[in-house]
């Protein structure tokens, strides 16, 4: 038996959330290449929190056990890559969605979709990173690819207090990058600066409708945000620059011109997390062993336990969450 957040339609259709014991036979089965993980830490995403409320039907079939990431030991393994004992970390492949995911003490997944845990890094430490850091590492190798470097200017992260900005801002300064943190907590500016934030400015200055051209200021932006915060900082990046886009906090839309880009020959970024190859994602983690400050992770997360997490789901939605929530699902 297992303790799992468990997502189940009641009678008027709304998703309810409880946590429950649940028996081993219950997790997916694969015809080949199927691997059972101990899980240690999980963590609440913004796809998360949308799950566990029911605010977006994210949730591909019910019942469910959410949660986009996980990290932990592996106890089975019917696949080559894997062996007990293995330490393991698991970001996206539409677990959480369509496949049970990591709120749980113990999962069921393809060997494909799973990453060995960085020699470096405890269970811990990778989940305190999960899908955001390594969403931003993404992010920040879209920039590099494009020959963004630290010496060309400023560098935009919207959404800035969020699990993908917070962890992006860190990186950027650590590799030399001057940075620029938007936001709509003016509280956490010391936050923002401590992670290495060189300027912080209000997320006002770019959330509302604006000119197709504005002046232009950055060399690079990761977005979390899309919209017309998307769409500004598309119209403020310089000549030749890139914008790297992997968010949606303020909305699907996109209200921008062709402008920015048969003008000055700005670059548009997609950056997927969830469907990325195996090869970009042991760059990224190779990367996030490498370059991340450690320091980050005592200031960007914190842990609760398997039941808080519900709470905290509900809590993310609002924005009122800062940096990582880790679910220590044993807890």
Not at 4 to 19: S, Y
Not at 204 to 232: C, I, M, Y
Not at 249 to 261: E, K, L
């Amino acid at each position: 038996m297992f303790n799992a957040i468990h997502l189940e339609k009641n009678a008027d259709n709304a998703t309810l959330a409880t946590v429950r014991s649940l028996d081993e036979s219950a997790l997916p089965t694969f015809d080949t290449g199927g691997v059972t993980v101990a899980v240690d830490y999980s963590t609440i995403n913004y796809k998360d929190g949308l799950a566990i409320t029911g605010k977006s039907p994210v949730v591909r079939k019910f019942p469910m056990v959410p949660g986009i990431d996980f990290a932990g030991t592996v106890t089975a393994s019917e696949h080559a890559d894997w062996k007990v004992g293995d330490q393991v970390v698991l970001d996206g492949w539409g677990v959480g969605e369509s496949h049970w995911g990591g709120l749980a003490q113990q999962a069921r997944v393809s060997g494909d979709w799973l990453v060995r845990c960085p020699a470096s890094m405890t269970t811990y430490e990778a989940m305190a990173i999960g899908t955001a850091g390594y969403t931003a590492m993404l992010s920040v190798m879209a920039l590099e690819r494009q020959g963004v470097s630290a010496a060309a200017g400023e560098i935009l992260v919207t959404g800035a207090t969020g699990g993908v900005g917070s962890f992006a801002v860190s990186l950027l300064k650590t590799l030399g990058y001057r940075v620029v943190a938007s936001t709509g907590k003016a509280s956490e500016a010391a936050f923002l600066q401590a992670l290495g934030a060189a300027e912080v400015i209000d997320r006002a200055t770019l959330s509302s409708p604006g000119k197709p051209l504005q002046k232009e200021r950055w060399t690079g932006v990761v977005d979390t945000v899309g919209s017309h915060t998307l769409a500004n900082a598309c119209a403020m990046t310089r000549y030749g620059g890139t914008v790297t886009a992997c968010g949606l906090a303020q909305g699907m839309d996109f209200p921008v011109t062709v402008a920015p880009f048969i003008l000055r020959g700005v670059k548009l970024i997609g950056v997927d997390s969830v469907m990325a190859p195996l090869a970009v994602r042991n760059e990224a983690w190779t990367r996030l062993a490498r370059d991340l400050d450690r320091k980050a992770i005592e200031r960007i997360a914190r842990t609760v336990g398997l039941a808080a997490a519900i709470d905290v789901a509900k809590e993310i939605l609002t924005g009122s969450v800062r940096g990582r929530v880790v679910v220590d699902v044993n807890r």
